[in-house]
């Protein structure tokens, strides 16, 4: 079977509504992690994802953050909280089971800049996520993650690496922590199948005709095991998206695995 898998930052999931809903009509993913969407729970439009066929499972916050997974499987083993105390303050976190396949979401914190106290708490999170992920799954197993980790992993991912070199999001220290997750044993799937650089998820509202002009980060990402990893046929960045009118600053990454898990 094909699990086609894909991630989002919205950029409010209210504002993006009709945005989703057209390109879940269209494209009919199994799986829409989405990041960002600016809801608290009590209003996340969870009708109009059910009413395409879709259970969503949701953290989020008043005006900031927020995680979301949409899918057209089966939902279990759901978790919402990256801490084991229960306690983080910011919703940037869930993972649960679709189907037979873990997958985690993730909002990484954006850090601001270097040098601040932002800073070294995106650091903190992406160290406790990695502790998380080390812990609980196993590389040999199934899993998935998506989301915006807010951190190009290298001079293919930014339109200028030698002007950003060293600032937020192309810090070395974000993008050590990042390469981790593939020493124990995650692939970036766009990247197995697209080496070329200059192929980007985020271009920057503040830059006139950055998407014309392609000047954006590659920060979104979907990251698998060898065992979905070894079966991704196809990985693409939705570009039309971008361009419609009123749209998020990111757009759609999408990746068909051939699996029978």
């Known amino acids: 079977m094909t699990l086609t898998v894909a991630t989002f930052n919205t950029n409010s999931v209210r504002a993006r509504l009709g945005i989703i809903e057209e390109w879940l009509e269209r494209e009919r993913p199994d799986v829409l992690s989405l990041q960002e969407t600016k809801v608290q729970d009590a209003d996340f439009p969870v009708d109009r994802f059910e009413s395409l066929g879709y259970q969503v499972v949701f953290r989020g916050q008043k005006k900031y953050n927020g995680v979301a997974v949409a899918t057209r499987l089966s939902v279990s083993d759901v978790r919402k909280d990256l801490s084991d105390e229960g306690a983080d303050q910011e919703a940037r976190f869930v993972s649960c089971r679709v189907g037979e396949i873990p997958l985690i979401n993730v909002y990484v914190p954006q850090g601001r800049a270097v040098g601040t106290e932002p800073f070294e708490r995106k650091l903190r999170w992406l160290r406790s996520l990695l502790d998380h992920v080390m812990e609980v799954y196993d590389s040999k197993g199934p899993l998935v993650i998506t989301g915006d980790f807010n951190v190009a992993r290298d001079s293919r991912d930014v339109y200028d690496s030698e002007g950003f070199e060293g600032q937020v999001c192309f810090h070395p220290d974000e993008r050590e922590i990042l390469e981790r997750f593939f020493a124990w044993g995650l692939a970036d799937v766009f990247r197995e199948l697209q080496p070329e650089g200059g192929h980007y998820t985020f271009w920057d509202y503040r830059i006139p005709n950055a998407l014309k002009r392609n000047l954006g980060w ?44």
């Open 218 to 261: 590659r920060i979104d990402y979907i990251l698998a095991t060898p065992p979905l990893a070894e079966t991704c046929h196809r990985v693409h960045i939705d570009t039309d998206a971008r361009a419609l009118e009123k749209p998020s600053d990111h757009t759609f990454l999408v990746a068909e695995f051939q699996t029978g898990v």
